[in-house]
C-alpha cells in the first residue's frame, strides 16, 4: 500500500501512541497488536511508520523496533552499569546532582551489557508496580530512562557455560551482572578445545553485532574445560578479564638471545656502584625483583637515599616483538594460583631481576636529604649495580620492630635501621600534608597440588613494607618533578579530587556506621581515619571512603594526586611488571642524552589510556579469583563439618538481616534475620546501633560477633552465617581491632 492511501487518523494515532508515557520501541506488529488493529491493518501499519519516519518523527533503533525520533539534544551518552538484580544506572558526564545519573528499569535496558558506551533518553517515570526491592532502588535515582542504543561494547568476548535446548546451543553467562543468555550461531562442536563434546563446559563467546531475535548472538571461539576441573576457575576469570596469557614465538625467540649477565659493553658508560651496599627487599614469595636500595649518613647531617631499578629499557627496544607483547599485557598480572609476567620468565626472573650477588643494569636515583629529611638534592643515572643481599619482608620486619634479627647478618643491621628511621621521617611528613593512609589488610592463600584452599591467613610487616614503599614514592615523585619540568610529552599517575556528589555519599556511608561526619577534605578523611585506627570500625570507615574516591589512573597530564598528597607524580620503579613505568624510562633516557622527545603526546595518551584499562581488568581479575577461592575454601570447611565459631565484623544491614566479613578471611557473609539471636534486631541507620526487643542496644556497625557457617552460595560468592548465641558480642568482648598494614605484596604498590 502506498504511504498516502494510509488513513490519516492512523498514522496520528501510531505518532501519539510512540511518544506516549512508558511506550518501549516495539516491532510493527507488536504495535498493531497493542493498538488492537485487525491483522489485514498490519500493512497499513507498516506504511504509517514510514510515512512517519520520512517526516523525521519515528526511527527504528536496535532490533528492527520503532521509536519516536529525538533530537541530539534529546539523546544522552553515557556508561550503563547494571546490577545483578537486572536495573541499570547510566552516569553521564560533565553532569552533577540529579542530572548525573538515569536509572534504566530492566524492560529498557534494550540490549546494553554492563559497562557499555549507550546513547538513552529521558522519560516520564511510570507507575511503580514491581517489587519493593525494585522501588527501593529506584528512589535512589532522581531520573529515569531508556537505552536507545549501543554506541560501544565494554566487552566483546565473554564467558559461560555451554548448554543445549531443543532448537539450538546456548550459553548462559558468569558474569553476575549480565542476566540475558546467549544464542550460539554456528558448531562449537569445532571450536578449539571442545573434545568429545562441549556440551556443558565453560566457553568464551565472542558476541556477534547482530541480535538473534531479541536475544543476544555470539560464536564459541575457545572450549575451557568442565566447571570443577583444576585451574578451569581461575582461567575463565582470566578469558572474561582479556587477559594475554602467553607470548609470540618472536618475542621467546627475542628473550632467549638477552645474555643473563651483562657484558662489557652493556657497562660502558654506566655509573659504576657494585662496590655500594646496595639490597632489595621484597616479599618471600616474589616472581620479580626490579627495586633494590642504598642509604648513606652524609658527615654533615642527613642522608642519601639510593633507588635503582632494574633497566628494562636497556633490553627491551621500542617495536620489538618484545615491546609489542608487553604493552598488550599492560602489566604482570598476580592470580591466586598463577603468576602471569608481562615480559618473558626468563628476563622478568633472571635477566632484569636485581638479585643478590649478580652484576644488574639499572637506572638510579639518588635523593639527599637534611637532617629533618628535607630533600636537597636530586641526581639520576644509568648505572651498574650488585646487590648484596636480597631479604624479605617479614626478616626486615623482626628486625625492625627489635622481635630479633630476622637471620639478617649483622652488617646490614645499621643500614636497615638507618632505613627505617628516614622512611618514618618521610612518611610523617606526607600524612602532614594530607596523605591518606586507609587501613587495608591482605589475605593470602595457599593451595594444594590441585589448586584447592587449604588455608588462608592475614599479611603482616607493616613497618617493613612501609620502609620500602616510602623510598619508591621518593624516587617516583623525583621523576615525575623531572618530567613536567623538561616539558617533554610524558605519563604520569594522577587521582583528581572527589566529585561533589562522592562528598556526599561518603558523609552518608560514615553516617550508616554511626558517624557524624562530613568530610570536605584530604585533611577530614585522614582525621577521620586516624581517630579510629584502633577500633574494628577503622576497616569499615576505610571502605565507606575508598568507594566514593576516584580511581587513580595514568595520564599525559600532569595532575596532582589526591590520595598521596603530591602535586606531581609517576610510576617509574616498577619496569619489569608495568607498561607505563618502562616507558617512563625511556623518556628519562633520552632527556640523559639531550634529547628532548621520546614520545608524542597523542601516543602518550594512547599508552596512559590502554595501561589504566589493563590495570583495571587486572585487578579485577586478582580480586575475583581470590573470592572463589575463598568460596572453595568454606565448601571444604563445611563438608568436614567445621563451621566456627569465628569472630566477624559487622558492616551492614539490609531488611532482611546483618551484613558482616569473617575478620581471618575477609570474606563477606550475610546472617538472615532468621539466624539473629533475637529476629526483632532492627538497624538504625543514623546511629549505627542495631537494637533489639524494647530498644536494646545489641550491637553496631564495626562490632566484632561470633558467627557460624550455615550455607555457602556458590552463584553470589558469598557465604550465610548465624549469630553464635550465648558466646558473647562486641559489646561483652570489647572491640576487636582490625588494626593491620597492607600486605608485603608488590601488588599493592598501584596507588
Not at 537486572?86 to 554492563?114: C, K, N, Q, S, Y
Not at 548462559?172 to 569445532?190: A, C, K, L, T, Y
Not at 618471600?284 to 642527613?302: C, K
Not at 550475610?670 to 539471636?677: M, S
Request: charge should be neutral.
Amino acid at each position: 500500500m502506498n504511504k498516502q492511501h494510509v488513513p490519516h487518523n492512523l498514522t496520528e494515532r501510531l505518532l501519539e501512541f510512540i511518544r506516549s508515557a512508558g511506550y518501549r520501541p516495539m516491532k510493527d506488529h507488536d504495535l498493531a497488536d497493542e493498538m488492537s488493529l485487525p491483522h489485514h491493518r498490519r500493512a497499513d501499519v507498516r506504511g504509517a511508520l514510514r510515512e512517519l519516519a520520512d517526516r523525521g518523527l519515528v526511527q527504528l533503533v536496535r532490533g528492527n523496533r520503532w521509536a519516536a525520533a529525538r533530537s541530539k539534544l534529546d539523546v544522552l551518552t553515557g556508561t550503563i552499569s547494571i546490577s545483578p538484580q537486572g536495573h541499570g544506572m547510566v552516569r553521564l558526564p560533565g553532569r552533577t546532582g540529579a542530572d548525573a545519573e538515569l536509572f534504566i528499569p530492566p524492560h529498557a535496558i534494550g540490549g546494553a551489557l554492563h559497562g557499555d558506551e549507550v546513547e538513552v533518553e529521558k522519560v516520564a517515570g511510570s507507575p511503580r508496580r514491581e517489587a519493593r526491592r525494585r522501588e527501593e532502588m529506584a528512589a535512589r535515582f532522581r531520573s529515569e530512562g531508556r537505552v536507545l542504543r549501543v554506541v560501544r561494547r565494554n566487552k566483546t568476548t565473554l564467558v559461560g557455560l555451554l548448554m543445549r535446548s531443543a532448537a539450538y546451543w546456548y550459553v548462559i553467562p558468569d558474569h553476575p551482572r549480565i542476566n540475558q543468555n546467549i544464542v550460539i550461531e554456528g558448531s562449537p562442536e569445532e571450536a578449539p578445545g571442545a573434545g568429545d563434546s562441549p556440551l556443558r563446559k565453560k566457553v568464551v563467546v565472542k558476541l556477534l553485532d547482530h541480535a538473534h531475535g531479541d536475544m543476544l548472538a555470539g560464536e564459541v571461539v575457545e572450549v575451557l574445560g568442565f566447571p570443577g576441573e583444576p585451574g578451569v576457575d581461575v582461567l575463565c576469570i582470566l578469558r572474561e578479564h582479556a587477559i594475554a596469557t602467553g607470548f609470540s614465538e618472536a618475542t621467546q625467540r627475542e628473550a632467549k638471545a638477552t645474555p643473563t649477565l651483562p657484558t662489557g659493553s652493556d657497562t660502558e658508560g654506566r655509573l659504576d656502584l657494585r662496590g655500594e651496599m646496595i639490597v632489595t627487599i621484597d616479599p618471600a614469595d616474589a616472581r620479580d625483583h626490579d627495586d633494590a636500595v642504598s642509604l648513606r649518613r652524609r658527615p654533615e647531617g642527613g642522608w642519601i637515599l639510593g633507588v635503582h631499578i632494574a633497566d628494562v629499557s636497556h633490553f627491551v627496544s621500542p617495536g620489538s616483538a618484545i615491546d609489542r607483547d608487553a604493552r598488550e599485557h599492560g602489566n604482570s598480572v598476580y592470580m591466586v594460583d598463577r603468576f602471569i609476567p608481562m615480559l618473558p620468565s626468563y628476563l622478568t626472573s633472571e635477566v632484569c631481576s636485581l638479585k643478590a650477588g649478580r652484576d644488574r643494569l639499572a637506572y638510579s636515583v639518588f635523593i639527599t636529604y637534611d637532617e629533618h629529611a628535607a630533600p636537597l638534592h636530586v641526581e639520576m643515572s644509568e648505572s651498574v649495580i650488585h646487590p648484596r643481599i636480597l631479604i624479605d619482608y617479614d626478616r626486615v620486619q623482626e628486625l625492625i620492630t627489635g622481635r630479633g634479627d630476622g637471620g639478617i647478618d649483622p652488617v646490614y643491621h645499621d643500614v636497615l635501621r638507618d632505613m627505617h628511621d628516614l622512611a618514618t621521617r618521610l612518611r610523617r611528613h606526607r600524612m602532614h600534608h594530607g596523605a591518606i593512609d586507609l587501613t587495608m589488610p591482605e589475605v593470602h592463600c595457599e593451595l594444594d597440588a590441585e589448586g584447592r584452599p587449604v588455608s588462608m591467613h592475614r599479611r603482616t610487616s607493616a613497618e617493613a613494607y612501609h620502609l620500602i614503599e616510602e623510598c619508591m614514592l621518593a624516587a617516583n615523585v623525583a621523576v615525575a618533578e623531572r618530567l613536567r619540568e623538561s616539558g617533554v610529552p610524558a605519563i604520569y599517575r594522577i587521582h583528581e579530587d572527589p566529585s561533589e556528589d562522592q562528598w556526599q555519599q561518603m558523609a552518608l556511608d560514615l553516617q550508616q556506621l554511626g558517624l557524624s561526619e562530613s568530610p570536605t577534605d584530604r585533611h577530614d578523611i585522614q582525621r577521620i581515619s586516624r581517630a579510629h585506627a584502633k577500633e574494628a570500625l577503622a576497616y569499615p570507615i576505610s571502605i565507606a571512603i575508598l568507594r566514593n574516591l576516584k580511581r587513580a589512573v595514568y595520564s599525559a597530564e600532569c595532575s596532582p594526586h589526591f590520595g598521596l598528597a603530591f602535586d606531581r607524580y609517576t610510576h617509574f620503579t616498577s619496569p619489569i611488571r608495568r607498561y607505563s613505568d618502562l616507558v617512563v624510562h625511556r623518556i628519562l633516557k633520552h632527556l640523559d642524552k639531550g634529547e628532548r622527545v621520546a614520545y608524542r603526546k597523542h601516543e602518550c595518551e594512547e599508552v596512559a589510556e590502554h595501561c589504566s584499562r589493563r590495570e583495571r581488568e587486572a585487578g579485577e581479575a586478582e580480586e575475583e579469583s581470590l573470592l572463589i577461592k575463598r568460596i572453595q575454601y568454606y565448601e571444604i570447611l563445611l563438608e568436614k563439618g567445621e563451621i566456627g565459631p569465628w569472630p566477624a565484623l559487622i558492616t551492614g544491614s539490609t531488611t532482611r538481616g546483618l551484613l558482616v566479613e569473617v575478620v581471618d578471611t575477609l570474606q563477606r557473609g550475610f546472617i538472615p534475620t532468621h539466624a539473629l539471636p533475637d529476629p526483632s534486631l532492627q538497624h538504625d541507620r543514623e546511629t549505627g546501633f542495631i537494637k533489639g526487643r524494647k530498644g536494646r542496644t545489641v550491637a553496631r556497625i564495626g562490632d566484632v560477633i561470633p558467627v557460624e557457617l550455615m550455607r555457602v552460595d556458590h552463584g553470589r560468592r558469598s557465604i550465610e552465617l548465624r549469630w553464635v548465641e550465648g558466646n558473647g558480642s562486641a559489646a561483652a568482648s570489647g572491640r576487636k581491632t582490625r588494626r593491620e598494614g597492607r600486605g608485603g605484596g608488590k601488588r599493592q604498590r598501584r596507588r
